[in-house]
């Protein structure tokens, strides 16, 4: 599992960042953006500070938090895993791929594997339909994959 996020020392660099935004036009979204890059994520107490400290409903912040998809309330592993299911990629198997990586990680689409250190998700169209289909972990980018690929490119992670 995740390691606990939830530390002293990560609740005041977001009063630092909340410092810096109270009072400004439109603080919530880059109070929120800082708040998931030091936590990790944006679990329901980091949404209660920040409900207190910008004096904002915490059900308006919980609605931007669920449905923003780059905010996420529960940890996310180390590595990302995105499996484009966009059109492109689907209709070029991408979900056997999907299901071999399911299978190497023991882990379900929008899940964390035991460890911690993997999350898969499904995903749309990232924009790279020329190379279906294509994978994502992190920032780096894998197309024209078959499933015959899949543990050779886990094996790095």
């Not at 209660?48 to 931007?64: A, D, H, P, Q």
């Not at 023991?106 to 460890?115: F, I, L, R, Y």
């Amino acid at each position: 599992m995740a390691k606990n996020v939830l530390t002293e020392e990560n609740f005041q660099k977001l009063q630092k960042v909340i410092d810096e935004n109270k009072g400004k036009r439109g603080a919530l979204m880059p109070v929120l953006h800082e708040g998931q890059k030091i936590f990790g994520c944006l679990p329901i107490e980091v949404q209660k500070k920040i409900s207190e400290e910008l004096k904002i409903s915490l059900s308006e912040i919980y609605g931007v938090v669920t449905f923003y998809s780059q905010f996420s309330i529960e940890p996310k592993g180390e590595y990302v895993i995105g499996v484009c299911l966009g059109t492109a990629c689907y209709v070029k198997n991408a979900q056997p791929i999907l299901d071999k990586i399911s299978e190497i990680i023991d882990t379900k689409p929008g899940e964390n594997s035991a460890d911690g250190k993997f999350t898969l998700v499904a995903t749309r169209c990232i924009g790279a339909c020329g190379l279906a289909p294509v994978i994502t972990v992190n920032e780096d980018v894998y197309g024209r994959l078959k499933v015959d690929d899949i543990p050779g490119i886990m094996e790095k992670y």
